[in-house]
């Protein structure tokens, strides 16, 4: 009984069904017809993805639909001779290593190879370096040199490396060393950490075998490209074509004969090969960002509701960086939303606003930009970059005047987004050394001192003062803050093989070279270091003497002002907000002022692996402990080299103790 009941209702369905068809002037046939069967294809699905889309404003994003491959760091490997040592060198022992090198050698016709590895003036030594994402065939990159374990070798002091290939390598058991393609070669002078007189007879030269060559290697693969792979339940060609214009209606270029040309394109079913938009050049994870918030598919009526909502999540300040990189994806048409959002009190809502302007091409910014550098050591790394997008005379000035903050991390972080805007700026034009490294005299002395300086306390001069700033990382350069810093005398310091020396009262200084089999070289100059720095090179010092000079020079009491090594900004920073009562306070008076001391809420501003390309390091970061001197709640004195500064009981208490080399240490293995 109960089974005809239930056929009975099915026939009543079936009949509906029809006559309702009928009503419609289909027939059976016609909904029943193969072709018009639900496809279970991901096209299929994408398209009621889609229609679902245009009816409601959670538009499906870029992002949801594709993952991104190609910013990963590519791990090199070879063997290579370091010569010149004096007399640290050794004979290698037999293994894998010393069987390519003399293999490499007999292809580069050498003779004698094994007499010359004997040699004390020479050492093999393992060549490593990470070649870094989006680089460009003939672009160079930092390499890293070291003894093997057991090695005769005691010090690569002074030494060159000669040419090296690197490749891909692994050791297999039983195969031994197998090598990839060649992916770059390497040479050049080495780095390594300075040490002082009292850590060689403490017996830690060991750090002594070890160093870095900056932009020692040089890419000689294709050039490295950006990636989006479609999810396997939604990959097509259509799908990977939709993608692609997407993206290419929102990233294009011109080539040489002013045809445009899209960004992206779809090779297969699944991948679409992203190149990267000019203006996000240095800052590679910002493009990746906005270009996952690039609308699948939305209609014009959907992205006027989404942007209305927009306009007021940028206002919210734990919305303001989802809702601004949203309106950077979308594009121009997003500019007065986000330059409404600069009116706001609040500091972070401005910064995030301005960010996105800058990468619109928009400088109305700039100048919540120039604040977020100055007064928010979370937001600084970010702004810098930011500011680097623009090339405004706006942006010329205001990083001309951020080089004459307290902070050691804004002077030279400002100087990078000044270098990386305009290399030929007249206010830090370089002078290059012999081509081993870049040498730049700026007259901060003459800038106007700033009158918002976080950092500033009463009795210190009106600006940072004199500062010398090294590197040991990506760009070989010194950069002299205070074009008329003097050495201290007496003095009696090394580069290389050239002695500077200085008796007490005097006001010239004596650079001198004595080597054997070469005329000997000496000439009096003034204390001035630009110029002492100009005549040791002229010389024959390389960039390592340079550097372990002025270091050496420091700890001796020699040089007046700061020294830093790498005082870049960091990302992953924690920014504490204003507590809500303050914050609905700014938002109906129009200023930001806080009341009693409350509690605030933080909130970490990107991460360590998002920092722009100016300031990344292009080595894999490690990881840190969460109670990071950025935390610190002091404005401007958040960085391990502001931390550097001198706590000394000198007279003058601006010269740095033994605690320097230590630092200097920690931070090359960092």
């Given at each position: ?582 914050a609905l306070m700014a938002l109906k008076s129009g200023e930001m002022k806080s009341s009693k001391s409350k509690k605030k809420k933080s909130a970490r501003v990107g991460n360590e692996n998002m920092v722009p390309n100016i300031f990344h390091s292009g080595a894999p970061r490690k990881k840190t402990s969460s109670k990071s001197s950025a935390d610190s709640s002091e404005i401007g004195e958040v960085t391990l080299s502001d931390s550097r500064k001198s706590k000394s009981s000198d007279d003058d208490g601006k010269f740095i103790k033994q605690s320097t080399f230590k630092d200097w240490f920690r931070y090359f293995n960092k």
């Open positions: 009984m109960k089974s005809s009941v239930n056929l009975f209702v099915i026939v009543l369905v079936v009949a509906a069904g029809i006559s309702g068809c009928q009503k419609l002037n289909l027939s059976p046939s016609d909904w029943l017809h193969p072709a018009s069967l639900r496809s279970q294809s991901p096209d299929e699905e994408t398209s009621e993805i889609e229609d679902f889309a245009e009816t409601k404003v959670e538009t499906p994003f870029i992002g949801d639909y594709t993952q991104i491959t190609g910013k990963n760091l590519i791990a090199l490997e070879g063997v290579g001779l370091v010569t010149g040592l004096k007399g640290t060198g050794g004979n290698p022992p037999p293994s894998v290593h010393r069987e390519a090198l003399l293999r490499e050698m007999r292809r580069r016709n050498v003779k004698n190879p094994n007499h010359i590895l004997r040699s004390p003036s020479t050492a093999l030594v393992i060549v490593k370096a990470y070649l870094p994402p989006l680089i460009r065939k003939g672009e160079k990159f930092d390499v890293e040199v070291y003894l093997p374990g057991n090695s005769e070798a005691t010090s690569l002091e002074g030494g060159w490396l000669m040419e090296s290939y690197l490749a891909e390598q692994a050791m297999i058991q039983g195969r031994g060393l197998l090598k990839g393609h060649i992916l770059a070669k390497a040479r050049g002078s080495i780095l390594i950490p300075p040490i002082s007189n009292e850590d060689r007879k403490k017996a830690v030269a060991g750090i002594l075998r070890r160093g870095r060559i900056l932009a020692g290697g040089v890419s000689v693969t294709e050039d490295r490209n950006l990636a989006l792979y479609l999810r396997n339940d939604f990959k097509s060609i259509r799908n990977a074509m939709r993608i692609a214009d997407r993206i290419g209606g929102r990233f294009h270029h011109f080539d040489r004969y002013g045809i445009e040309e899209p960004l992206a394109e779809a090779k297969t079913d699944k991948k679409v090969v992203l190149k990267l938009k000019p203006r996000y050049k240095h800052n590679d994870s910002r493009y990746l960002q906005v270009v996952r918030k690039i609308a699948f598919r939305e209609t014009d009526v959907a992205q006027r509701v989404r942007m209305q909502r927009l306009t007021e999540e940028i206002k919210i300040p734990e919305l303001s960086e989802r809702a601004a990189i949203q309106l950077e994806a979308i594009g121009k048409k997003s500019i007065p939303i986000l330059k409404s959002a600069l009116k706001s009190p609040l500091l972070e809502v401005r910064f995030h606003a301005a960010v996105a302007l800058a990468y619109l091409d928009d400088g109305s910014g700039l100048k919540d930009l120039a604040e977020a550098a100055r007064e928010e050591p979370a937001f600084r790394v970010y702004a810098l970059a930011a500011m680097s997008a623009i090339d405004e005379p706006e942006a010329h000035i205001y990083l001309r005047e951020l080089m004459s903050m307290t902070s050691a991390e804004t002077r030279y972080g400002a100087f990078r987004a000044l270098w990386t805007l305009d290399k030929n700026d007249p206010f830090i034009r370089g002078e290059d050394m012999n081509g081993q490294f870049m040498l730049h005299v700026l007259q901060t002395e003459l800038e106007s001192p700033s009158q918002d300086d976080p950092n500033q306390k009463e009795g210190a001069p009106k600006n940072g003062g004199p500062m010398v700033h090294i590197t040991h990382r990506k760009h070989p350069e010194v950069v002299l803050f205070g074009s008329q810093q003097e050495f201290r005398v007496p003095i009696a310091v090394r580069a290389g093989d050239v002695l500077i020396t200085g008796a007490p009262g005097v006001d010239q200084l004596i650079v001198s070279k004595y080597a054997v089999g070469e005329k000997d070289q000496r000439k009096k100059v003034s204390k001035n270091i630009a110029v002492v720095i100009r005549t040791a090179v002229e010389m024959g010092a390389s960039y390592p003497d340079i550097a372990q000079m002025i270091l050496q020079a420091h700890q001796q009491g020699n040089i007046e002002g700061q020294v830093e090594i790498d005082a870049l900004p960091e990302g992953g920073r924690l920014y504490y907000r204003p507590v809500e009562e303050d």
